[in-house]
């Protein structure tokens, strides 16, 4: 079992930045990828951006170039560094771990709210 805790969501304007961080406890040494999605209410999870183990990151179109995603294995903590935020960010942010295996967990989400 994996358990994820996420923090630093919170409110901005238009152009702003934020930091999400996301903590793992349990059975981390299980895990090979880390990562960011997001939903908005009535649509469907959709994915930010994944970290492996190896510090390899992807990210979707829609944040590249502004939001960069970093992992500290030694603390079992994933990061979130969104830049250049805009309106249509504003939803709740999920923390997800996939581990070799492929069982995933999820956190219980932050919030991220832009105003313009």
């Known amino acids: 079992q994996v358990q994820l805790v996420e923090t630093g969501g919170g409110s901005v304007q238009a152009g702003g930045s934020l930091r999400l961080s996301c903590a793992a406890s349990?059975?981390?040494?299980?895990?090979?990828?880390m990562g960011w999605y997001r939903q908005a209410p009535g649509k469907q999870r959709e994915w930010v951006a994944t970290?492996?183990?190896?510090?390899?990151?992807t990210y979707a179109d829609s944040v590249k170039g502004r939001f960069t995603i970093a992992r500290d294995n030694a603390e079992n903590t994933v990061h979130l560094r969104m830049n250049n935020l805009k309106p249509e960010d504003t939803t709740v942010y999920y923390c997800?771990?996939?581990?070799?295996?492929?069982?995933?967990?999820w956190g219980e989400g932050t919030q991220v709210t832009v105003s313009s």
């Open positions: 349990g059975t981390t040494f299980r895990i090979a990828l």
């Open positions: 970290i492996s183990n190896g510090g390899s990151t």
């Open positions: 997800n771990s996939k581990s070799y295996s492929s069982l995933t967990y």
